[in-house]
Structure formats: C-alpha cells, structure tokens
C-alpha cells in the first residue's frame, strides 16, 4: 500500500545510473520465480530486498533453488530490513553479501563490480 | 559448441541464456552458433507489439501468453526497454507485468536493453529470435521499446505486428497518417475505457478508410481492448488469428519471409563490415589520429573513411 518495493526501486535505478543492466521483477517474488528469471535472464548477480523478516526463510530456498539450477558461478546479494546479528547466519547459508537499509550506493556499486563472475 | 546447440534445440533456458548474452555482446563465437541453428528456424508464428510507452504493451502481452498456453502453444517473448544514453545501464521492468507466466515452464522471457541502438529493437533481437524459434517455441512475441517514435523495425521482423494506441492519443493518430497502414496489421485501441475512445476509434478508422485497398491486401482490423480488465482481448485474438490465416493463404507469407531475411541481411552485412574494418585499427592509434586530423580541419569524415575502406580493399 506504501509503495514498500520502494527501496529495491531505488537500489535497481542507482545501478542502472552506475551502466547495469536491471531486470527488476517487482514484489512478492517466489524463490522458483526468482532463479527461473536470473536463469532466463542470464544474469550475473541475483539481488533479493526483504522486508518482513522472512530473509531467514527464503534465503536457504533460494541458495537451493540456484544450486539445483546450476546457478553456481552467479552472485546473490540481501538488503533491505535485515538486523545486523542475522548477517553472520545469512552469509553461512551462503549469500555472497548484505547492505542494510542506509547503505551507500558506492559500496553496493564497487561489491558487485570486483566481486561479479567475468564475462 | 556442439553441446550449446544440441542444448538450444533440446529448449535449454540457461544455455539460451547464456548464447543470447554473448550475441548481445556480438561475439564471433556466437555468430558460429548462428549459422548451425539458422536452418532451425523460421517456424514460429511471429507477433510483434510497438507503441508509446504507457499504452500497456506488457498488459496485452500477459494477456497474449494467457490465451497462447490455453490453446497449449509455447511461447517466447523478447522484450526491449532503451538503455540509458548515459550510463549504458537500463531498467527493464516487462517482467512485472507478465507475472502470472514466470513460473510456467511453457514460457520463456528474455529482457532486452536497446544499448543505443535505433528502431525499437537491440541490435541482436533478430538473432535472440531465432534462438527462440530454433528452442521451438510455437509462439514469440517481440515488444518493442516504447518511445512512441519510430519503432518500426519490428514491422520486417514479425508476421502480425500489433499497433498499440490509447485514446489519450489522438493528436498522434493524426501524426500517424502518413504511415500509419505500414505500421500494424492490427491496430489495439488499448485504455478503450477511457473518454474519447469513441472519438479515437472514429479517427483511425476515418485514416483507414482514405486507403484503397488492392485485391488480396490485408485491410487491418482496429480492436478495442481494455488490458486491466482483459475486455475485447477475445476479439484480439481473432484479429490475430485472422490476420495468420490471411498470411497462410496468401503470397503474404513469403513476402514476410523475404522482407525478414532482407532486414536481417542489412543488418548483418553493416555489423559484420564495422567489425572487420575496425578490428584492423584496433590498438594502432590510427582512430585517434584520424579524428584528431578531423578536429583540425586537416581532414573530413567521408575523406576518412574513404581512406580507411581503400587501404582495407587493398590489403584483401
């Protein structure tokens, strides 16, 4: 109701001003929708903004879902409303990083660019 | 590369989407790949949807993969959205309104950024086509970028192309008059819900009618749709389908054959001829110099590239 896709909104046009390419798929993204899009889409870094608290839950779905795919060499990477002691959790299931709410752009940016599978 | 095209032809997403970004980055690799999947292709029924942006290209789309899977076809859908001119970066944000698909395997999405290039297309979609006929999609649709201006690539491109166009447009449906019969084969007055669609439909009409029609042309139909709601969508796809059995039973088929090979041939022939001529200045310092000599009123561009196509011809 108050635009809650608002911050993922953000994040996908500051790395598009930063000359990437952002399949953005809107709210409410299943893990399966999620990984057939990157899979289609060929992407090279999967981004997942959660808000309510279900980042413990869908995180391991997701890592298991690209397992299966075969989605291995593709970075994934949280943010959004995440409380910083669950960050240790997150990156143990395997996500390659977290930004909070209140991240920098530039850090995101520069993560992504040293960190993303070459082409 | 023997496995990518086995993979290709056998439907496999994360080969396809592997080959469509490396066609995308026009490497000599995937031209390779072309030319084996090239005699698998042309079999697809081919629809295109061009118009503004706002005019719910992506709504009628979902609505198009709807009826498609009802009727058990697969479907392949091409969506293009422009790049940013200053970044290089793009939005692309079809998927949003093809929700309802994303999981059905009978349904294939590739995103698109147009990375500059003219006409509502990217550069490769031609060839990301292709894959998805040579995967065996029974259906592919292409959307165009929606900057309402000259989109018009797509028409060559695809056997129906859908014009999409909203009531709040009227002064561009008399913009349109010029060309407006080569653009669809079916004209979508999408938003028909909304005031002054009457009046939009009577003017569309009214520059249909100034056409005489030879024996044997297709006359396109206009159709009323309203996308939120799926009303006239039914009616749509008659029109489209009427619009394939007219191509069928006609000489329109090859001509649309012939106008899409013709298209791509251009398109190759330009890409290949940049390529091969670029390729020896790479590294030299030569573009440099020749710009540089442009600058300062030593040379012109036509000087120059007369120069560089001379010493390419001589050295084959």
């Not at chain 2, 076809?73 to 793009?90: L, R, T």
């Not at chain 2, 093809?98 to 060839?127: C, F, N, P």
């Not at chain 2, 669609?197 to 569309?204: E, G, M």
């Amino acid at each position: 109701m108050d635009g809650h896709d608002r911050g993922a909104k953000v994040i996908a046009s500051l790395l598009k001003e930063a000359g990437m390419e952002v399949v953005y798929l809107g709210m409410y993204q299943m893990p399966e929708d999620i990984i057939k899009a990157a899979l289609e889409e060929d992407a090279d870094v999967i981004g997942v903004s959660y808000l309510s608290g279900e980042h413990l839950v869908f995180t391991p779905q997701i890592i298991k879902e690209m397992k299966k795919k075969g989605l291995n060499d593709v970075l994934l990477v949280g943010g959004g409303v995440i409380p910083p002691e669950d960050i240790p959790a997150l990156k143990k299931m395997g996500i390659n990083e977290v930004f909070v709410a209140g991240s920098l752009t530039h850090p995101i940016v520069e993560y992504i660019e040293s960190h993303v599978r070459k082409r | 590369m023997e496995e990518t095209i086995q993979k290709i032809l056998a439907g496999d997403r994360r080969t396809a989407g592997r080959l469509i970004t490396r066609l995308e980055d026009g490497e000599d690799w995937g031209r390779e790949v072309m030319k084996r999947l090239y005699p698998r292709t042309g079999r697809a029924m081919t629809l295109g949807l061009t118009g503004a942006g706002g005019s719910g290209k992506s709504s009628l789309l979902n609505h198009l993969i709807q009826r498609f899977r009802q009727m058990g076809k697969s479907v392949g859908v091409i969506a293009v959205d422009p790049s940013s001119p200053f970044s290089g970066g793009a939005f692309l944000g079809d998927r949003i309104r093809i929700q309802h698909h994303t999981r059905d395997d009978g349904v294939y999405i590739r995103s698109m950024a147009s990375r500059g290039y003219l006409g509502g297309l990217a550069r490769a979609t031609t060839e990301v086509l292709r894959v998805m006929e040579a995967m065996g999609f029974d259906v592919v649709m292409v959307e165009t970028l929606g900057a309402g201006q000259d989109e018009i690539d797509v028409i060559r491109l695809v056997q129906t192309c859908l014009l999409v166009i909203t009531p709040s447009m009227g002064d561009e449906i008399q913009a349109l008059k010029a060309g407006i019969m080569e653009i669809g084969d079916i004209f979508v007055l999408n938003k028909s819900d909304l005031d002054g669609a009457t009046q939009a439909l009577r003017s569309i009409e009214a520059v249909l009618s100034l056409k005489a029609f030879k024996q044997g042309e297709w006359e396109p139909r206009v159709i009323s749709t309203v996308a939120t709601s799926g009303e006239g969508i039914g009616d749509l796809m008659e029109g489209i389908m009427a619009h394939q059995d007219f191509l069928h039973n006609s000489e329109a088929m090859e001509q649309a054959a012939f106008q899409r090979v013709e298209q791509e041939l251009g398109l190759i022939f330009r890409d290949e001829l940049e390529r091969v001529i670029f390729k020896g200045l790479k590294g030299t310092g030569k573009k440099r110099r020749y710009i540089r000599s442009i600058i300062d009123g030593k040379s012109d561009p036509y000087t120059v590239i007369e120069e560089i196509l001379e010493t390419f011809l001589r050295r084959r």
